[in-house]
Antibody, heavy 121, light 108 residues
Framework: QAQLVQSGAEVKKPGASVKVSCKAS????????LHWVRQAPGQGLEWMGT????????SYAQKFQGRVTMTSDTSTRRVYMELSSLRSEDTAVYFC??????????????WGQGSLVTVSS | EIVLTQSPGTLSLSPGDRATLSCRAS???????LAWYQQKPGQAPRLLMS???SRATGIPDRFSGSEAGTDFTLTISRLEPEDFAVYYC?????????FGQGTKLEVK
């Protein structure tokens, strides 16, 4: 059974950076992409970007270009999402989710539990 | 990017009723790559439909999906108490992925 386990809650000051991790288990790590989706309090879901954990290739939503960096570590089966220049509007729960890209796309069938990031002075 | 517009914003029904949720895309969705999720408070979303009309693994058959051009529909044939939640559509055929704004299904 696939499982994604994320790092814990963070409180950051405006202008700082945050790095959230997502540890995968129970499936072949390099076959699936991992995506990051965030949800501000009381709001909907927002796709931030994705990483191919094996190749390290990434694709980011234009809104986050220049502020987000997604990386992977195949030895520990972890992916990371770092968001810089934080502002109050970045306060949200950040989810990692497994999906498949390429010829046989598949949506997000497994999700992490979410990591709350609070940006406050 | 493809904009997904869900309607209604809130749907008030009773257990045993039939629910019909709509998701309209601003342009054609490649290969019917349109998924539906259910989200309950404090939880991660749960995949219901992996493509417009394909149920994901373990999803009961009271959930069904359909597609007519750029209009997608999620139907719940007979509502169970556990079905009251927020539902999102998601297109993953064109980059960037996008989500609808959600439909809240509440108890009448």
């Amino acid at each position: 059974q696939a499982q994604l386990v994320q790092s814990g809650a963070e409180v950051k000051k405006p202008g700082a950076s945050v790095k959230v991790s997502c540890k995968a288990s129970g499936y072949v790590f390099t076959i699936y992409n991992l995506h990051w989706v965030r949800q501000a309090p009381g709001q909907g879901l927002e796709w931030m970007g994705t990483i191919d954990p094996g190749a390290g290739s990434t694709s980011y939503a234009q809104k986050f270009q220049g502020r987000v960096t997604m990386t992977s570590d195949t030895s520990t089966r972890r992916v990371y999402m770092e968001l810089s220049s934080l502002r109050s509007e970045d306060t949200a729960v950040y989810f990692c989710a497994r999906g498949r890209s390429g010829r046989s796309k598949y949506p997000f069938d497994y999700w992490g539990q979410g990591s709350l990031v609070t940006v406050s002075s | 990017e493809i904009v997904l517009t869900q309607s209604p914003g809130t749907l008030s029904l009773s257990p045993g009723d039939r629910a019909t949720l709509s998701c309209r895309a601003s342009q054609s969705v490649t290969s019917s790559y349109l998924a539906w999720y259910q989200q309950k408070p404090g939880q991660a979303p749960r995949l219901l439909m992996s493509r417009a009309s394909s149920r994901a693994t373990g999803i009961p058959d009271r959930f069904s999906g359909s597609e007519a051009g750029t209009d997608f529909t999620l139907t719940i044939s007979r509502l169970e108490p556990e079905d009251f939640a927020v539902y999102y559509c998601h297109q993953f055929g064109n980059s960037p992925d996008t989500f609808g704004q959600g439909t809240k299904l509440e108890v009448k």
